[in-house]
């Protein structure tokens, strides 16, 4: 979606905008550095034993004293194995942890988020920043961190250990190693732009399978398996060039690396052979430079892996950040939010009842991506109890006027008022516990129809809900899915739209609401179905406020007041008489029907 | 047991069928790897003979030929010039570096044809298996296991199975010229290795079972996000953000739970891997330096006996992450065996073996549409795990080129009847028979049956891509006016108008989002420019207003003449010009005529029709009264 500032490079690799949740794990993480500094100089330790040996023993042709080296060694050996249980288990601990907590930042942000958010992003596109980007970004901090100290500390210590026994081989090490970490560089710079191109097409594939599967049916419908099998074979086609052309850079960096190892292996050869034979290194000293050129340069190589992983990272830290930080276009102040308490932990005891008096006064309205008003010093009073209908043609704007009196929107200008008070002077959590929406295409989640329909109101008991079933006419429904505790299938599953058009008004009805929005809530039901329950719905919204969207005007005809809708404006208002009276567009658009 | 035994060597040779088209390959890498080895461990012999015999004094220790040069003045030679020996040393290194880069390269090639393979079969096994299954898996689950678990695959193949391979060259190789050194300290030292294997194995089914229960669980967590922001609009007019917060946070935290769990165990598994590796360095340093004071052998054989030693640590130590991984993939390919066993459409109803895998002839071409009346006769039919018939004992004829319509109630079977047309689902055994110019749809090829009839689906599902290839997603060649015609017919045309981009606009997940009924005409133009001779609109205006309704009926009456027709729909309006309505209630046909023999019957269509015109008269009441008969001029 966005990708213009997606390759912008943040400061540090943007680890200080995760300072808020690093801080909790701080003392974990410092303590993890200072094991990894430990088992690191350990690790440097290892070929002095066997320096020791040689120059100690096999030169002096004499054991004595081997136990003393053994029992070093072992005390060694036990303490490295408990600081790298210790380490690995903290990082493992510190990544999963960090993983958590973003992933539950991300999730609780999103229920804060308004619609216009979801309207101008894609499921997938915010699926994906709380689940893998939350992953990646918890596998830096802490394994990749945790990568940089070991090899890092080792590098140091090598350094160190062989500037303390040869100067004079100690930099020529220095100098192949500055080579080595050019070179490796230069492929890495080569090796991001790479991987970038492997992820587009990983994401392309991944959505062609989220299509193949989602779309299997119309596929099967319209004959084209031939054709979706021949471009998705285009697609992993050109992914398998792009890996393939990234795993020769690779190839080409891992042995050119390498060789130059080797190459320090033969500059110490080299070298080596003058100062011993000048005397001035033991053989010892000669085995513990090899063991060290031959063992720098993968340290090495981790370490600029990692801080090309740093890089990639950037994007996701990037993005995640910007989710965090989004502003909800819609939210309680905070003065509301000390009364009425937020989403999560409302104060319900300072709630007020609700009447369900609703006015728009004045009020000017435009999508936060439009560019026109919507609505214009828009009047409307509707008092309690009332059925308002909205009628107008597909794309008119009536599913605005809805979206206002929800607060799923805010005016741009004006006031939407309920009871007399101003809907932002009251909690979101408040308006929509009162209110009960019912859309055209409805959703049903996993689970049995029992939990569907306790959504609104999870303490409903079976009766009431049968109760409810019985109202919308979807008993058939429901026994086909196999009663109460039968499974509703993902998004729905085998429910005809029709009956999950049912079923999701019984949800609404079941709630209890004082506000009832019905948007084309029964465009899929049957005429003997519908007529059923336009008795039900002629009760259901007795002493509740409604507002009823529909394209079937036998639904609205006995609305208190009808609002005809055309190009997001309001050009008629009045009850069916007072229209058919006008002869206007609510005229035309009856003698169609 | 038993049965569980075969079923995963079952998915073990599963990959044997990947591999086709890319074993070579790995091959070629495999052998790359052995030279890589051999050369690698050239790099010790030179280092120990030059301080055996460059620098020290002894005699040298090398095969026949090269001694011989040694001895008569080589080393002399060698000594002459420091420099010479490091020559060598880069020369082979040079060598090493070619072979490297080709067994890596070789490598990746292998690698990602293997995904390949995997992918594609998994892609058309995927649309080529029946409805029914779709129906059965979630389709988070089934995408997870094609992205991540082919995954794991790749990266078990590529990464541990081919290094098997040079690990054991190195292991062999090493340990040969460990013996050359000395065969006591190379049985001293190789005491590991059992043990390494032993204790990889015990981990085995631990890290398989702590990682599947972690896998699982990340699907059950995405399925709670992808919900969540599916169903916002449901989620927030209830105000129910405090229970999906805390549904997810409980969730999560077992996810948390589970991979810290698997990190143990994996850490454990390396820390035991870092001690007994440990142990071992210790007893070669003191093995090594007792048999060197007594003189056994040199200080040279000894730093090369511990830099061989050296690198058998790795390859050890990869050969228990070989064992440990191999558990992982190991359920990798048992979750994508789940997908690749069951059997596609193509392969369990096209029992006359017409068509290949893509529903082609074998002469390559597809066999033009068919004709004819279409009748079924006693059709019964249950969906799979449900116990009510949907479908009950539904006989009627239709006559080429004349249009049915179906009312029916709410599940009533509309829908089901027609999917039985199109076999998306298989008729079963004794369940009736459906007939099309008097051949069976079982005995038409699939694909010549799918491509005969058009259908428009009530909710219908938009490719991500263009506008226009959407449109022409079944008709690639069709010509840009063909193409404007059926737009306008289907009344798109001011829609796409209004598009800053028209035709080239990209719809679906992440595109432009059309509204319901944007989407349905969409479907009914994408239908049109088929030309099917049998089309059928499944309630596909439903999401559309009146006025536009209405115009579309009127260009699609026109432009379906000679067509057969199925109309299903609640609005009698709609129906009544059918030469055919069916009435359907609970899986029966209750009703069958025309609009005129329907109404004299008094049944449940002139109820229905009652219903509707009734609205209609209430409607028209004194302002209108002859608006009633302006309708029944339609159609």
């Known amino acids: 979606m966005n990708n213009k500032n997606e390759s912008r490079s943040l400061p540090l690799f943007g680890i200080p905008r995760l300072f808020p949740f690093l801080k909790k794990y701080r003392a974990k993480i410092a303590f993890m550095i200072l094991l990894g500094f430990l088992s690191s100089l350990i690790d440097t330790i290892y070929p002095l034993f066997n320096r020791y040996a040689i120059d100690h023993f096999v030169a002096e042709k004499t054991l004595d004293g081997i136990g003393v080296m053994v029992a070093v060694y072992l005390v060694i050996l036990l303490l490295q194995v408990v600081i790298n249980y210790r380490s690995m288990l903290d990082s493992g601990k510190v990544e999963m942890s960090m993983n958590r907590d973003l992933r539950n930042a991300a999730f609780s942000k999103i229920q804060m988020l308004s619609f216009s958010y979801f309207n101008q992003n894609s499921v997938g596109y915010i699926h994906a920043r709380i689940m893998s980007d939350t992953g990646k970004i918890g596998e830096a901090v802490s394994w990749r961190m945790m990568d940089c100290v070991w090899n890092g500390a080792y590098i140091l210590f090598a350094v160190f250990v062989m500037l303390a026994v040869d100067r004079v081989l100690a930099g020529w090490m220095l100098l192949l190693m500055a080579a080595a970490g050019v070179m490796i560089w230069f492929f890495q710079k080569a090796l991001v732009v790479q991987n970038r191109q492997i992820r587009e097409w990983n994401a392309k594939i991944s959505a062609d399978f989220n299509e193949g599967v989602t779309g299997a049916r119309t596929i099967k419908l319209l004959g084209i398996e031939k054709r979706m099998d021949r471009e998705f074979e285009e697609d992993t086609g050109n992914m398998r060039r792009t890996s393939v052309r990234a795993g020769r850079t690779s190839a080409q960096m891992i042995s050119a690396v390498t060789l130059m190892s080797s190459i320090a292996l033969a500059v110490v050869l080299w070298q080596g052979q003058i100062l011993t034979r000048e005397g001035l290194i033991r053989i010892g000293t000669l085995s513990v430079f090899m063991s060290y050129a031959l063992g720098m340069i993968e340290p090495l190589q981790t370490i600029i892996s990692n801080i090309s992983a740093f890089i990639a990272i950037q994007v996701n830290i990037e993005r995640f950040t910007r989710l965090l930080n989004e502003p909800a276009q819609v939210q309680d102040t905070p003065e509301v939010i000390r009364l009425y308490g937020d989403s999560f932990s409302p104060a319900r005891e300072n709630w007020e009842d609700i009447r369900g008096d609703v006015e728009f006064r004045d009020v000017t309205f435009r999508y936060p991506d439009g560019e026109e008003n919507v609505l214009e010093h828009f009047d409307l009073k509707v008092p309690a109890g009332s059925n308002i209908a909205i009628v107008g043609e597909t794309g008119a704007g009536k599913t605005t006027l809805v979206n206002l009196v929800c607060r799923f929107y805010e005016p741009t200008s004006g006031q939407v008022l309920i009871d007399g008070k101003d809907v932002r002077e009251r909690s979101l959590l408040w308006l929509h516990s009162h209110l009960g929406y019912v859309l055209q295409s409805p959703h049903l989640f996993s689970g049995t129809v029992r939990e569907n329909l306790q959504y609104g109101r999870p303490d409903a008991t079976d009766e009431e809900i049968r109760e409810a079933l019985r109202i919308v006419h979807a008993q058939a429904a429901a026994e086909r899915l196999g009663g109460l505790d039968g499974k509703i299938g993902e998004g729905g599953g085998s429910l005809s739209t029709g009956e999950k058009q049912l079923l999701s008004f019984a949800r609404a009805i079941l709630a209890d609401p004082r506000l009832l929005i019905l948007d084309e809530a029964t465009s899929s039901v049957d005429t003997v179905t519908e007529r059923a329950i336009q008795e039900a719905i002629k009760t259901v919204t007795m002493g509740r406020t409604s507002f009823v969207i529909a394209h079937r005007l036998s639904t609205i005809r006995d609305a208190d007041l009808i609002l005809v809708v055309e190009d997001g404006r309001i050009i008629e208002q009045g009850t069916h008489r007072e229209l058919m009276d006008k002869r206007g567009a609510y005229y035309d658009y009856q003698r169609t029907r | ?635």
């Open chain 2, 1 to 635: 047991m038993k049965q569980e035994h075969t079923e995963k060597t079952g998915s073990w040779m599963l990959l044997a069928g990947f591999l086709k088209g890319s074993l070579h390959l790995f091959i070629y890498s495999m052998l790359c790897a052995g030279a890589v080895s051999f050369l690698d461990m050239l790099g010790p012999r030179v280092i120990s003979f030059t301080v055996d015999s460059v620098i020290g004094d002894r005699p040298a220790s090398l095969p026949a030929p090269l001694k011989a040069w040694a001895d008569q003045g080589g080393i002399t030679w060698l000594r002459g010039k420091p420099w010479r020996v490091a020559v060598i040393v880069a020369g082979i290194a040079l060598a090493a570096a070619v072979f490297r880069f080709l067994f890596r390269y070789f490598n990746a090639v292998a690698a990602q044809q293997l995904v390949q393979t995997m992918r594609e079969r998994l892609y058309r096994k995927i649309i080529g298996l029946p409805y029914s299954w779709h129906g059965r898996n979630a389709a988070g689950d089934i995408i997870q296991r094609c992205t991540s678990d082919v995954e794991t695959i790749k990266v078990f193949v590529s990464e541990q199975l081919t290094s098997l391979v040079r690990v054991i060259v190195l292991i062999v190789l090493a340990m040969a010229f460990m013996w050359m050194i000395d065969p006591v300290m190379t049985a001293a030292a190789s005491v590991y290795i059992p043990v390494i294997i032993g204790y990889s194995l015990f981990f085995y089914s631990r890290i398989g079972s702590a990682f599947e229960k972690a896998d699982a669980q990340e699907g059950i967590l995405s399925a709670i996000a992808q919900e969540n922001l599916t169903g916002v609009r449901v989620v927030r007019a209830f105000g129910r953000e405090e229970y999906e917060r805390s549904r997810f946070e409980k969730q999560n935290e077992q996810y948390t739970g589970f991979w810290v769990r698997l990190m143990k165990i994996l850490t454990i598994n390396w820390v035991v891997g870092d001690l007994v590796t440990g142990l071992q360095y210790l007893l070669i340093i003191c093995m090594g330096t007792a048999m060197c004071v007594r003189g056994r052998i040199t200080a040279g054989q000894f730093i090369a006996f511990f830099s061989y030693n050296a690198m058998l640590t790795w390859p050890v130590r990869s050969l228990g992450r070989v064992i440990s991984e191999m558990s992982k993939a190991g359920i990798s390919l048992e979750r994508l065996a789940y997908i690749l066993k069951e059997p596609t459409e193509w392969e369990t109803e096209n029992a006359l073996a017409e068509t290949d895998v893509q529903g082609c002839n074998k002469d390559g071409k597809s066999s033009g549409p068919i004709k004819g009346d279409i009748l079924f006769r006693n059709v019964s039919f249950t969906y799979p795990g449900s116990s009510v018939p949907a479908v009950r004992n539904v006989s009627f004829t239709v006559k080429e080129g004349t249009t049915v319509g179906i009312l029916g109630g709410t599940g009533s079977g509309k829908t089901t009847l027609l999917l039985l047309l199109e076999r998306v689902y298989p008729l079963q055994e004794g369940c009736g028979e459906i007939t099309i110019g008097g051949k069976s749809i079982a005995q038409i090829p699939l694909d010549q049956l799918r491509r005969s009839i058009g259908i428009v689906d009530q909710e219908p599902f938009l490719f991500s891509r263009s506008l226009k290839e959407n449109l022409r997603i079944s008709a690639e060649d069709a010509s840009d006016e063909e193409l404007e015609r059926c737009v306008k017919i289907a009344d798109l045309q001011e829609t796409i108008r209004s598009f800053p981009s028209g035709y080239d606009t990209f719809v679906g997940e992440r595109g432009v989002t059309l509204s319901g009924g944007q989407k349905q005409r969409a479907a009914i133009a994408r239908t049109l420019i088929r030309h099917c001779p049998v089309m059928i609109f499944d309630d596909s205006l439903s999401a559309v207003d009146s006025q536009t309704d209405e115009r579309i009926r009127h260009a699609l009456a026109k432009e379906t003449k000679g067509a057969t027709v199925f109309l299903v729909s609640h609005r009698v309006s709609t129906l009544r010009g059918a030469d055919l309505i069916l009435v359907m209630e609970e899986g029966r046909i209750c009703e069958q005529g025309t609009h005129e023999t329907l109404l004299e019957k008094g049944g449940m269509y002139a109820k229905i029709f009652r219903m509707q015109s009734e609205n209609a008269a209430r409607t028209a009441e004194k302002e209108y009264a002859g608006g009633k008969g302006e309708n029944a001029d339609e159609q």
